[in-house]
């Protein structure tokens, strides 16, 4: 990866994540976390919402590692509120996104439209990030996204799969789309020193409701 590129995230994706962590922590708790991953910069204003690149993947991760530690064993599942909290804003800012999906998901069953969403995601990642590598797969009846760039974990070294809020995420966005609620777990992790941060998605044998 390209440290001086490729690293760095893109301003509305991070301004839109600073919202999320705001949103499920409250505006106290949250500049409690900018001081405490010595980013006190994010505590006075939000970055600019446009697709230039003011900090980099070690700024990113630090501040959802950060988190992490602070909350202790609630941790994870913050993180994972501030994923979902993060596809959301996504969807208010961006209307637009999901508008033909809309109109088509009522044919479809569950599984169709947790495998359409999942193209969108990274098809959306891919037009963010041009230079990364993200993919889809189908596997053994299970859908899984892949990300070999991945910045939510950026830097970080660990024994156990640490990108909860892309799994909060996926989940959501999966969620919103189907009515169903998917399994999404991540297999491997970059953090782990594993090749590539690997979310699965398990196959459903619910039947969605029309939207």
């Known amino acids: 990866m390209d440290r001086d590129n490729d690293a760095a995230v893109v301003n509305t994706h991070f301004r839109q994540t600073l919202l999320a962590i ?28 446009n697709m230039g690149k003011t900090f980099n993947g070690y700024d990113y991760a630090r501040i959802l590692e950060t988190i ?18 993060s596809f959301h804003i996504v969807l208010r800012e961006q209307p637009g996104w999901m ?67 892309t799994t909060g995420f996926i989940k959501e966005a999966i969620h919103w789309a189907s009515d169903v609620d998917f399994e999404v777990r991540e297999t491997s992790c970059t953090a782990m020193e594993d090749a590539y941060c690997r979310f699965v998605i398990a196959k459903s044998t619910a039947t969605s409701q029309s939207t």
């Open 68 to 85: 992490e530690i602070t909350y202790g064993d609630r941790g994870p599942r913050i993180l994972r509120r501030i994923g979902k909290e």
């Open 99 to 165: 508008n033909t999906g809309k109109r088509v998901f009522k044919l479809w069953s569950a599984n169709q439209r947790s495998q359409f969403m999942l193209e969108a995601i990274v098809e959306s990642q891919r037009k963010i990030y041009p230079n990364h590598e993200i993919w889809m797969e189908e596997k053994n009846g299970e859908l899984a996204y892949i990300e070999q760039n991945c910045l939510v974990c950026y830097g970080r070294k660990s024994s156990h799969p640490v990108c909860h809020l």
């Open 22 to 49: 705001n949103q499920v922590l409250g505006d106290k708790a949250a500049m409690d976390i900018y001081f405490a991953a010595n980013l006190e910069n994010f505590s006075t204003a939000l970055l600019a919402d």
